[in-house]
T-cell receptor
């Protein structure tokens, strides 16, 4: 079975531009979460979506937004890109709301470079 | 979620046991201890979790002290492929999917 997939794998943008990152969860998984990982640091939680509704949000500005589609895939959008947005963006999926007894499975990430 | 403290780096000889410590002295009764690892340029991978009892699976063992203020992840026979950053995370039952990662421990397994 395919794991969590993300596209694109790499992306280069310039300051002020907009970017859309995509994630397809494991088949049957209804929850998708997004994380940002800056070089040398651990991943930081951005959003969780479950059944197309936002169920959690980390401490990120409103430039960051996301949505989940009926097939449970998800998009992360970042507007007005800053140099500090350069990071590895990770998507994780789980069957339900990812309570303690559920395992989250991470994709390989999208590496974004903002110039 | 409770804060965790891990050593920034550790070395281990191939074939030997790797013991990775984690301090979580402010852990609450409803918080679980999770371990994930991240091999270079890949997404994090779940390893194991526990509440208060010791746990073992095909990847590792988790030893939690009786007072729950610290824990140790044990890789019984480390291989070169176990070289990764290991994250200890304390997670409350109601936190949804949110995982609060620290900086982790860079484990290097040497031949």
């Amino acid at each position: 079975d395919a794991g969590v997939t993300q596209s694109p794998t790499h992306l280069i943008k310039t300051r002020g531009q907009h970017v859309t990152l995509r994630c397809s969860p494991i088949s049957g998984h209804k929850s998708v979460s997004w994380y940002q990982q800056v070089l040398g640091q651990g991943p930081q939680f951005i959003f969780q979506y479950y059944e197309k509704e936002e169920r959690g949000r980390g401490n990120f500005p409103d430039r960051f937004s996301a949505r989940q589609f009926p097939n449970y895939s998800s998009e992360l959008n970042v507007n007005a890109l800053l140099l500090g947005d350069s990071a590895l963006y990770l998507c994780a999926s789980s069957p339900g709301l990812a309570g303690v007894l559920e395992t989250q499975y991470f994709g390989p990430g999208t590496r974004l470079l903002v110039l | 979620d409770a804060k965790t403290t891990q050593p920034p780096s550790m070395d281990c000889a191939e074939g030997r046991a790797a013991n990775l410590p984690c301090n979580h002295s402010t852990i609450s009764g409803n918080e679980y201890v999770y371990w994930y690892r991240q091999i270079h340029s890949q997404g994090p991978q779940y390893i194991i979790h526990g509440l208060k009892n010791n746990e073992t699976n095909e990847m590792a063992s988790l030893i939690i002290t009786e007072d729950r203020k610290s824990s140790t992840l044990i890789l019984p026979h480390a291989t070169l492929r176990d070289t990764a950053v290991y994250y200890c995370i304390v997670r409350v039952v109601t936190s949804g999917s949110r995982l609060t990662f620290g900086e982790g421990t860079q484990l290097t397994v040497n031949p």
